[in-house]
């Protein structure tokens, strides 16, 4: 049996890592390591500038009062009797799409994974395009996602994974799917929906959100495969570079 | 003059944006958006749960309590007179090197304006290989980071920036500096030291950091540049489609 390390960003008490951890019970053996609280929107941060604690919550299972991030490097580096052969973030409660995965916790931890040389991959139920989701209809969007989870799970297994690459998965809301495609990380047009307010004692406050972004459509991308009802598997890496614009820009400057 | 705005994640206390905003002064229209307080390996997490609030601390010069990722979203959408021409943030103290870009909040915040079409680049200056870093080092350190800023945002406004791309430059310790040099963005190995203490209840808790990364020598990357006292700029992209593998899974999945 694989060793399974599970996390996500939605935090220990959130129903997907809950059926996610559940699901993978038939192929492994699952330890859960997850944030104490809700950190969605926290990236790749680690925190550095205080101790984390960690508390047993069950067999196997352990919340820290810190980042995905940290999560994982605990997790491995502390809380698991040895080296996970892979792990496993989400199942998010909403995508991780386009230039979103720069935002998301549940990408992170996949790539605080990859750093540290363990197979990761990051698995989130897209909600934005179907807003008619009460708690039935999100648990069987979970328990898709986590079906789909397995299923790329042991593909990783049996054949591993490209090397310093996590795979970034989203689950159309569904319920019908129409199968899986392989995809590129599409590009998104922020509006940046800021809401102006007032606080009790009337000093001014603006609240992030609330904006659509818009995306070109057509392609191959993650964007379009959700839209048109399929899953998107990205593979992801952490080499930021340009090539492009290295070769430009040697030539130029 | 071109409109700059300038940010960090050391918080707006910080002399290195202190020296950097100062600098920038004879080139352009300086206006400073910053957090509160130091935000160091924030990554390019954003602040969704809570409003934010902005203070005035001088002229055209803010700090707000959030990240360096929200100081450009409400510096840009809403403190700002119209539209900064570039984004400058830093200078960091300390360096953004390797795999450490992706928890970096100095280069959050150029990634943010990047998403936002908005030219960006961010300075650090790197002390990790020199640890005699008096005060009065720092600040010829920052002087000198200062500098090399002012000559990279004028070619920017001369030539423009590669398509939804910054730079991630990173000045070294000195005081010798060889030249510049384009570079790709390498690839470190961590340790991941981690101290175990217990707190003041005798509660085990663990801190992370103090391990010291390690890097392969050779080729043009960030870590090589610096280590020999050049200056380094790496062009940075957002895509982080790792395409190779893209090509390869649709081949074989």
Redesign the interface.
Known sequence: MPKILVTNDDGISSPGIKILAKTLKSIGDVYVVAPET?Q???????????????AKTGKNAYYINGTP??CV??GV??LLPSRPDIIVSGINNGGNLG?N???SGTV?AA?EGT??GIPSIAVSLVTEYNNNHGPQKMTSGFNRAAECAIEIVN?IIE?G??K??LLNVNVPPGPEIMG?K????G??V?D?G????A?PRG???????GGEPQWKKGGDTDLDAIHNGYIS??????????????K???E??
């Not at 969605?40 to 960690?54: D, F, G, Y």
């Not at 392989?182 to 990380?185: A, D, L, N, P």
Request: proline share 4%; net charge positive.
């Open positions: 809700e969605s929107a926290v990236a790749h941060a680690l925190t550095l500038h205080r101790p984390l604690k960690s991030t940290d490097i605990i580096n502390k230039d995965v720069t935002y992170a790539i750093l540290l593909k054949a994974l490209p310093d690459t899986t392989i995809t590129r990380q590009k998104l922020y940046n800021i809401q102006e307010l606080d000093k001014e406050c603006y609240w992030i959100g598997v990205t593979p992801v890496h952490l080499d930021l570079t340009n090539y492009k614009a290295l430009y820009l040697k130029t400057w």
